[in-house]
């Protein structure tokens, strides 16, 4: 079987040409999405378990000419990979950064709080915090009102230059929360070194809760936790059962399109508008 694994991956089928080519489209619509606003955010609510509003998480869209609307799982790893990234990550914080700014002016009760995805990629640039501060303090911005959500990866190279990058940005005022929690290779030792303010728990935890059986990995990331005095938001609520169970677990906030469906901006302020009255 091994030597048979070898000689398909000599091949060069068309499909793998097509695959080539599909991403050396996708490469170079990202070097334009930037300038041709292609991109935009989209926002989805964070409640805490009496419904009440807390803020939202900023996910990045992208809607090209020809293919339409392509997932972030798909482009970021691609914006990665070529170095997009920053260029990428710094429009996301300047948009979050412009529409926290309508809000405010406008009078719209946002819940106060905007969670932005940031790459590893960015967390190992030098200049990440001293870049964001000025970015937020441009924009007429407290950090406090910036969550950043990083993923345990952001971790796995220099671990003391992402621990001080993220010591740094504590110190600043933005609030850190670790994304897709209970999914790496972390060792819970790491856990009480970082200065984190949340702790994100990851949908596939969420998808296998049912009514009346607490699935007991669920159970001990909320635990963990709170024990460690940090906030917990579970990811990908679906089901009213789901929320049922995360309650009595100790959840604290919860996202998912049991409450609502990522939003764009001007659907985002509706969806608020609309619970205030
Ligand atoms: P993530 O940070 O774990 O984001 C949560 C994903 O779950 C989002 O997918 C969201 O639309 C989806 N989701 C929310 N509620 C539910 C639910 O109830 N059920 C299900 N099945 N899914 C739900 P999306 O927007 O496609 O983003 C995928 C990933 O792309 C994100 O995962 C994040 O890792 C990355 N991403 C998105 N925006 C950005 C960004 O601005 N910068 C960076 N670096 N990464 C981003
Ligand atoms: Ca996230
Ligand atoms: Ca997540
Ligand atoms: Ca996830």
């Given at each position: 079987?091994?030597?048979t694994?070898r000689n398909?991956?000599?091949?060069?089928?068309?499909?793998?040409q097509?695959?080539?080519?599909a991403?050396?489209e996708?490469?170079?619509?990202?070097?334009?999405?930037?300038?041709?606003q292609?991109?935009?955010?989209?926002f989805?609510?964070?409640?805490?378990m009496h419904?009440?509003?807390?803020?939202?998480?900023?996910l990045?869209?992208?809607?090209?000419?020809?293919?339409?609307?392509?997932?972030p799982?798909?482009?970021?790893?691609?914006?990665?990979?070529?170095?997009?990234?920053?260029?990428?990550?710094?429009?996301?914080?300047?948009?979050?950064?412009?529409?926290?700014r309508?809000?405010?002016?406008?009078?719209?009760?946002?819940?106060?709080?905007?969670?932005?995805?940031?790459?590893?990629?960015?967390?190992?640039?030098?200049q990440f915090?001293?870049?964001?501060a000025e970015?937020?303090a441009?924009?007429?911005?407290?950090?406090?009102?910036?969550?950043?959500?990083l993923?345990?990866?952001?971790?796995?190279?220099?671990f003391?230059?992402?621990?001080?990058?993220?010591?740094?940005?504590?110190?600043?005022?933005?609030?850190?929360?670790?994304?897709d929690?209970?999914t790496?290779?972390s060792?819970l030792a790491?856990?009480?070194?970082?200065?984190?303010?949340?702790?994100?728990?990851?949908?596939?935890?969420i998808?296998?809760?049912q009514?009346?059986?607490?699935?007991p990995?669920?159970?001990?990331?909320?635990?963990?936790?709170?024990r460690?005095?940090?906030?917990t938001?579970?990811?990908?609520?679906e089901?009213?059962?789901?929320?049922?169970?995360l309650?009595?677990?100790?959840?604290?906030?919860?996202?998912?399109?049991?409450?609502?469906?990522?939003l764009?901006?001007?659907?985002f302020?509706?969806?608020?508008?609309?619970?205030?009255s």
């Amino acid at each position: 079987a091994k030597s048979t694994g070898r000689n398909a991956a000599r091949l060069f089928l068309p499909h793998m040409q097509r695959d080539a080519d599909a991403r050396l489209e996708l490469e170079r619509g990202l070097r334009t999405a930037l300038e041709q606003q292609d991109f935009s955010l989209y926002f989805q609510p964070q409640v805490d378990m009496h419904g009440m509003l807390v803020g939202a998480e900023a996910l990045l869209r992208w809607n090209h000419a020809r293919l339409g609307q392509v997932s972030p799982a798909v482009f970021i790893p691609i914006a990665e990979e070529t170095g997009l990234i920053h260029a990428i990550g710094a429009w996301v914080i300047e948009c979050a950064c412009r529409h926290i700014r309508q809000w405010r002016e406008q009078d719209i009760d946002f819940g106060g709080r905007i969670s932005i995805n940031i790459s590893p990629w960015q967390i190992a640039h030098p200049q990440f915090a001293s870049n964001l501060a000025e970015q937020v303090a441009a924009a007429g911005i407290e950090p406090s009102t910036l969550t950043l959500e990083l993923t345990e990866s952001a971790l796995l190279g220099d671990f003391d230059a992402a621990l001080r990058t993220l010591q740094q940005l504590s110190a600043i005022g933005f609030r850190l929360a670790l994304d897709d929690f209970g999914t790496g290779y972390s060792s819970l030792a790491y856990l009480q070194q970082l200065p984190l303010d949340e702790l994100k728990i990851d949908r596939t935890f969420i998808g296998a809760l049912q009514a009346t059986i607490a699935d007991p990995l669920a159970s001990f990331v909320i635990d963990v936790g709170r024990r460690l005095g940090m906030a917990t938001i579970a990811e990908g609520v679906e089901t009213a059962e789901q929320e049922a169970v995360l309650r009595e677990l100790g959840c604290d906030l919860m996202q998912g399109y049991f409450i609502c469906r990522p939003l764009a901006a001007d659907d985002f302020r509706q969806w608020v508008g609309q619970r205030a009255s």
